[in-house]
């Protein structure tokens, strides 16, 4: 049952296993949080990636446990967190304790949750769980008027803010929507429970604004890829009553609560139906993907609006299913009926079939496994899984990610003398490309990356690439230009450089990036430059015996 969903080749297997492997590994080596990801795209930061994972604080679930076992664990724990919160939520919406039980039970088992769990989306299932706490927490102020309730509100923001960054920011907004419609008195507590979350999440904000200008994000603006594509108002509307086996276009909410959802609404107060009405018309809007504004853009997957709609609804239905059980306790059958419903839909969606991803070829980790040396390796097909590559430390220069940093996403293309457009991708190179084209990588581009292996599945006839064995239908090609680098440390945050040759410059074989900085001799800190080939180039002094790089994005607070 747990290989169900561990092993569909999502991006639960694909992205966040290596990540969180990595992460582990390095805490346990000792070498602290690794703040950078030196594993995948050459180096990419970790800190301000909005799907970084430590800074989420139940992810350190997975410091005690095995990773799989973490990863089930914390879907169940996450299930159990969201049923709950929905529970309070409604309770505090003076609704019945059997109703709100049966309709908690059904949150925490909802479609748009169950496609989020078969398409491996961690984040947005962690963040799934704390969606109702929110807006708990703001009835919660609205009536208790306490620090304790401020406090509270700031928490369970947080926890959203640290799981899923675009569900937060939606979430921010629908919330305080729903605080004004609710009470519009205790603005200046609501608004102090926004400032303490501001001060928390500062040391993590900063670098992530600092950083999402310089990726691979705005490349929508100019190619917008707006997700999903809805063959007209006609499926929108059909994916409403019947589920989708498409994650994004899953926006079903079950035949039997939409028509207890239905009632609800016909028992609402008029205040109640306009706002319904509102909020329901305007995020189906936003979901039928039609608009065109640079901020929608940005979110790019439009259907992440739809929990707020799943919340409406759900209330709706526990309203409704009050209303029939009070005039006869029979009706409450109807509420098993939904679960019943419910628990089909997830076996439809889970037993959705899974997408095969090829093994890393065992003979390719055998022989990268005997080089001891600093280097990366280029598979020209991406037949070295990131699972694998973090198992087995092996670095690369592609990599698979929400984002990449834009500098290196256009130099890549030397490195492989590929061309891919300015265009939002998920990976480097994109799929498109390394499917399609036969690569001839250029020797003097991967120097400069330190890449010393080349894996193709065809020949390659390139000037200082050597053949070196075949394993696995795999040629294992040698780049002759290769220079092992003068790295007295290698690690994650950290990379001293012991000077030999160099006189008045140092380039190191490492993507630029502004949060990094460089400090001769360990104490005079020195401006490093961007080259040409997107790495890090440093003056030296005549003194000088060696550098040390250090990954510091938090330096914003004592500049």
Not at 339 to 350: G, M, V
Request: glycine share 4%; hydrophobic share 45%.
């Amino acid at each position: 049952m747990f290989n169900i969903i561990l092993n569909r080749g999502n991006d639960l297997t694909e992205f966040f296993w290596p990540i969180i492997f990595y992460i582990k590994e390095q805490i346990l080596l000792g070498d602290g949080i690794p703040l950078w990801n030196k594993m995948f795209f050459s180096g990419t930061p970790l800190l301000p990636d909005p799907q970084n994972l430590f800074i989420y604080p139940l992810n350190i679930l997975f410091l005690f446990l095995p990773i799989d076992t973490g990863i089930v664990s914390s879907i169940i724990i996450h299930m159990f967190i969201a049923g709950f919160g929905m529970y309070k939520l409604l309770k505090s919406c003076n609704i019945t304790n059997k109703t709100s039980f049966i309709v908690a039970v059904l949150f925490s088992i909802s479609p748009k949750f169950i496609s989020y769990v078969e398409a491996g989306h961690l984040g947005l299932i962690q963040s799934w769980a704390f969606i109702p706490w929110v807006y708990w927490s703001t009835i919660n102020l609205i009536q208790k008027k306490s620090l304790k309730s401020i406090l509270l509100l700031s928490l369970f923001l947080y926890l959203v803010y640290t799981s899923h960054i675009l569900i937060f920011l939606i979430l921010l907004v629908t919330n305080g929507v729903f605080f004004l419609y609710k009470n519009k008195k205790s603005f200046l507590l609501f608004l102090l429970s926004h400032l303490i979350l501001l001060l928390i999440s500062l040391p993590v904000l900063i670098p992530q604004l600092r950083w999402q200008q310089l990726t691979t994000r705005e490349f929508l603006l100019q190619n917008p890829e707006t997700y999903p594509i809805w063959n007209g108002k006609r499926e929108f509307i059909k994916n409403i009553f019947i589920a989708s086996r498409d994650t994004e276009k899953n926006i079903t909410f079950g035949i039997v609560v939409f028509i207890l959802a239905t009632l609800g609404y016909i028992k609402s107060s008029t205040k109640n139906k306009i706002y319904v009405f509102i909020s329901v018309v305007t995020i189906s809007i936003l979901a039928l993907n039609i608009l065109t504004f640079d901020w929608f853009i940005l979110f790019r997957v439009s259907t992440r609006f739809w929990f707020s709609i799943v919340i409406v609804i759900l209330f709706l239905a526990a309203k409704g299913l009050d209303f029939l059980v009070s005039k006869n306790k029979t009706y409450q059958l109807l509420g098993i009926l939904a679960l019943i419903e419910y628990l089909i839909i997830a076996k439809f969606i889970i037993l959705k079939p899974i997408k095969y991803i090829a093994p890393t070829p065992a003979g390719v980790i055998s022989y990268l496994q005997k080089d001891k040396d600093i280097y990366r390796v280029f598979c020209l097909d991406k037949c070295i899984r990131q699972k694998d590559a973090a198992i087995y430390d092996i670095e690369l220069i592609e990599g698979y990610g929400t984002l990449q940093q834009k500098n290196y996403f256009e130099y890549s293309q030397q490195l492989a003398q590929g061309y891919w457009e300015k265009k939002y991708s998920l990976s480097i190179p994109p799929f498109q490309n390394y499917i399609f084209d036969k690569f001839k990588p250029y020797p003097p581009a991967l120097t400069a990356y330190r890449v010393k292996y080349i894996i193709s599945p065809y020949k390659i006839d390139v000037e200082n690439l050597k053949l070196i064995t075949t394993v696995d239908n795999y040629l294992i090609y040698q780049n002759l230009l290769y220079i092992k680098p003068n790295y007295e440390i290698y690690k994650p945050n950290f990379i001293r450089v012991k000077i030999k040759n160099e006189v008045d410059k140092l380039v190191i074989p490492e993507v630029y990036n502004l949060d990094w900085n460089a400090y001769l001799n360990g104490t005079e800190k020195i401006e490093i430059y961007e080259t040409t080939e997107k790495t890090r180039s440093i003056n030296l002094k005549s003194d000088t015996e060696f550098v040390d790089f250090k990954y510091e994005p938090f330096n914003f607070f004592w500049q």
